[in-house]
């Protein structure tokens, strides 16, 4: 099986390029921050303590999100793989990840990054923010908030899958489908090789 992640800071393209990916590979699309919004809307207690923490540009705790991927794993049968976006997002999460796939014969195949200037990011957010609704759109202390939780908490992991040889940086400036056409040239032999 395939297992991806889309990895990069907030505002860096990962949902939108997402859909190209799982459309293209014919992937499963588990994004962590969607399933989170989710739990928020139905407001279920997961929900509601999540949004303590989205709301101000925090993480939700480890163990919230890791327990909400591993249910949704165990669902998977029967699909080429899976593109994770926004997890993991922490080395603990990524340690998680791994064990969970470890415990199903199975591992991450590549951990694609975008890379775009934090300016163009903050731009991003501050548009999309128009019009999304997102409390954490909203305000540009919450999106700075955000961008620095990406820097000290998240990027790490890039570390991690780096030393296991599945790292693989993609600038991330651009038109859409330019940005797509290049994911999709790296993650190509990377599927084939499978
Ligand atoms: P999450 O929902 O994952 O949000 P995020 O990482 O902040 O990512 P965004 O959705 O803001 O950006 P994106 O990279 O997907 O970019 P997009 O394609 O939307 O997480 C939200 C919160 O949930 C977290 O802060 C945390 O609290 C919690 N959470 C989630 N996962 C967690 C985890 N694993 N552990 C703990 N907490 C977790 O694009 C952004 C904008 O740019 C859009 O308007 C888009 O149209 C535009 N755009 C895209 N590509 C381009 C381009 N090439 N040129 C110009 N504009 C573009």
Redesign the pocket.
């Known amino acids: 099986m395939i297992h991806l992640i889309?990895f990069?800071?907030?505002?860096?393209?990962?949902?939108?390029?997402?859909q190209r990916i799982i459309q293209h590979f014919d992937l499963l699309h588990i994004?962590?921050?969607?399933?989170?919004?989710i739990q928020i809307m139905n407001q279920s207690d997961l929900g509601i303590k999540?949004k303590l923490?989205?709301?101000?540009?925090?993480?939700?705790?480890?163990e919230?999100?890791i327990s909400m991927?591993e249910s949704i794993l165990s669902s998977l049968d029967g699909k080429n793989g899976v593109v994770f976006?926004?997890?993991?997002?922490?080395p603990p999460?990524a340690e998680a990840l791994d064990g969970l796939l470890k415990s199903r014969g199975e591992e991450i195949s590549a951990l694609v990054a975008?890379k775009?200037p934090k300016e163009?990011?903050v731009?991003?957010?501050e548009?999309?923010g128009l019009t999304?609704g997102?409390a954490?759109?909203s305000s540009i202390k919450t999106i700075e908030n955000?961008l620095k939780?990406?820097d000290n908490k998240?990027s790490p992991v890039i570390k991690h899958y780096s030393e296991q040889g599945k790292y693989h940086p993609v600038n991330?400036?651009?038109?859409?489908d330019?940005?797509s056409k290049r994911l999709i040239d790296i993650i190509e032999p990377i599927v084939e090789a499978i």
């Open positions: 889309l990069g800071p907030p505002g860096v393209g990962k949902g939108t390029q997402s994004a962590s921050g969607d399933l989170l919004r999540a923490y989205m709301d101000k540009g925090e993480l939700v705790p480890d919230i999100v991927i976006d926004g997890f993991p997002r922490t999460q975008l775009v163009e990011l731009k991003r957010l548009s999309r999304s997102r954490d759109d955000r939780v990406y998240t991330g400036v651009g038109m859409i330019d940005v």
